[in-house]
């Protein structure tokens, strides 16, 4: 199983400015990785696939880069409704996840 | 628009079986690989099933292999997941969710919640 480590675990940001997330792959996921947003008490949305394409109707502040076994999510200008969990996800062999980054604002 | 609303969730005790029901709608429901995603309490999220849009293949998380069985019904648009020899650990919030072409997923419903405990 491909296991995937997300940092840090928690993360705090002022309002506008920018939020870097990073996830690691303990092996080679070549591009099939996606990142989910999740508030709580609701289901994860889709943010990012193909480690750097953004799903329809996410903002363009949200951006992913990397291939291979790291990956980064960032927030280039931090809005308050950001505030969530985020998850990213291999696809490459079946499908795991990250722990996740709680992203607080400051 | 798009929706995937689960239902069928409750409190068993172990050993027992539950069904858990995932209507589709607003979408070509018998196009799409279909998956069950699950998220312990305060933990975080857990993929357990996919099946193939016309049911003929199927794959399991090792922890749930020989225990639950997914299966859809296209003239229903509906998506269901059969548990059966629950576990305490099966305790969760089950999402189900469309896969998009890969496996990952572009639409999520709200979960239905399974808990174990006698």
């Not at chain 2, 995937?4 to 995932?22: A, D, H, I, K, Y």
């Not at chain 2, 309490?41 to 292999?65: Q, R, T």
Request: glycine share 12%; charged share 15%.
């Amino acid at each position: 199983e491909i296991v995937m480590t997300q940092s840090p675990v928690t993360l705090s940001v002022s309002p506008g400015e920018r939020a870097t997330l990073s996830c690691r792959a303990s092996q080679s996921v070549s591009s099939y990785l996606a990142w989910y947003q999740q508030k709580p008490g609701q289901a994860p949305r889709l943010l990012i696939y193909g480690a750097s394409s953004r799903a329809a109707g996410i903002p363009a502040r949200f951006s992913g880069s990397g291939s291979g076994t790291e990956f980064t999510l960032t927030i280039s200008s931090l809005q308050s409704e950001d505030s969530a969990v985020y998850y990213c996800q291999q696809y490459n062999t079946r499908a795991t996840f990250g722990g996740g980054t709680k992203v607080e604002i400051k | 628009q798009e929706q995937l609303v689960e239902s069928g969730g409750g409190v068993v005790q172990p050993g027992r079986s539950l069904r858990l029901s995932c209507a589709a709608s607003g979408f070509s429901f018998s196009n799409y690989g279909m998956h069950w995603v699950r998220q312990a309490p305060g933990k975080g999220l857990e993929w357990v099933a996919v099946i193939s849009y016309d049911g003929a293949g199927k794959n399991y998380a090792d922890s749930v292999k020989g225990r639950f069985t997914v299966s859809r019904d296209n003239s229903k648009n509906t998506l269901y997941l059969q548990m059966d020899s629950l576990r305490a650990e099966d305790t969760a919030l089950y999402y189900c969710a469309k896969g998009a072409g890969n496996w990952y997923f572009d639409l999520w419903g709200r979960g239905t919640l399974v808990t174990v405990s006698s």
